[in-house]
């Protein structure tokens, strides 16, 4: 597999390939080290050519290039539905909703390196999965920005209810012993509702260095988890009902003073610059760092069935190895 990249949204990260007369996960485990190349040298790579006759195939091939079983999507902030074998829909958001820019995961301890994504079914109109750089975001936010967010981290806080996802969803358990254990070995500080609802607190980095790389990337979702990443009429709506400490989740500078919703602006204003996108193709496989790359997806009409899989696990904290 020596062809050259062509291009896709204006990038080179489109790999054609021909399978004929080859099984799929021959041809996965023939190409895995050049893939892995490619992948390193550009942090997202579109392969356009194979052919997917269910799900369970995409993970297994998934998992020969990956090099390693797909992980379950633990500690959740969007629903998603598991196929079998850790294999799961994309975010099940109503097809009308933005999902911004993001790396999976960042708002997290510990995350998946990889993950894949498998087109299905393209839709009718939009639904393309915008990308961007992470090391050109981290570069193109104001250095006093930059610096500050460095210095203090971020602090998440989730309230978990009847508004957004559930605690027994989010932690994929009713047991509310299986929460404590999962929240003292991930440094969420965490409080029982005297509803039967749970709020957990965490403070993570803002900014994290690549393991292979070395470089730094911009790596969390203060942005995304701000309640000014809300219509403003949502963000009312919210605020009357919960108030400001009961929103179903918020950021802070990591010594718990508010973010600063222009400042926030920026950011996401820096996202938008970077941000490029192709058109989905049934059989499509993206893979991507998770590091390297943000990923989010386009409003859309019709039908539309994107999968993900991932892998890899890396992670800020002591208690992970």
Not at 191 to 215: C, F, M, S, Y
Not at 272 to 283: C, G, I, V, Y
């Amino acid at each position: 597999m020596t062809e050259p990249l062509a291009e896709a949204g204006g990038r080179e990260i489109l790999l054609n390939v021909d399978t004929t007369g080859q099984k799929l996960l021959d041809w996965a485990e023939e190409n895995k080290d050049r893939v892995e190349e490619l992948l390193l040298q550009r942090g997202v790579l579109l392969i356009r050519g194979l052919k997917f006759p269910s799900s369970k195939q995409f993970g297994q091939l998934l998992a020969i290039l990956f090099g390693e079983e797909l992980m379950g999507y633990d500690y959740r902030s969007t629903p998603r539905t598991e196929l079998r074998d850790n294999v799961y829909t994309a975010t099940e958001y109503h097809p009308s909703e933005t999902i911004p820019q993001h790396n999976e995961s960042s708002y997290a301890n510990k995350w998946a390196m990889r993950a894949g994504f498998l087109c299905m079914l393209p839709s009718e109109v939009g639904g393309a999965t915008p990308l961007a750089d992470s090391r050109e975001i981290y570069k193109k936010i104001p250095a006093e920005i930059r610096e500050k967010f460095e210095a203090k981290g971020i602090l998440y806080v989730r309230n978990y209810g009847d508004i957004d996802l559930p605690w027994t969803e989010v932690f994929q358990t009713t047991e509310k012993e299986v929460v404590e254990r999962f929240c003292a070995e991930n440094d969420l500080r965490f409080i029982w509702k005297e509803d039967g609802g749970l709020r957990t607190e965490q403070v993570n980095p803002a900014v994290a260095v690549h393991p292979v790389t070395g470089d730094k990337v911009w790596f969390n979702q203060a942005h995304l988890f701000h309640v000014s990443s809300l219509r403003p009429e949502v963000r009312e709506s919210l605020l009357a009902v919960c108030g400001e400490n009961d929103l179903p989740r918020n950021a802070y500078y990591g010594d718990g003073q508010p973010l600063e919703e222009d400042v926030l602006q920026i950011i996401r204003d820096v996202y938008a610059s970077e941000t490029f996108h192709f058109d989905w193709r049934k059989n499509d496989l993206m893979i991507l760092d998770n590091m390297l790359f943000t990923h989010g997806r386009q409003p859309f009409s019709g039908d539309r069935k994107i999968l993900v899989g991932m892998a890899v696990g890396h992670g800020h904290s002591k208690h992970f190895s």
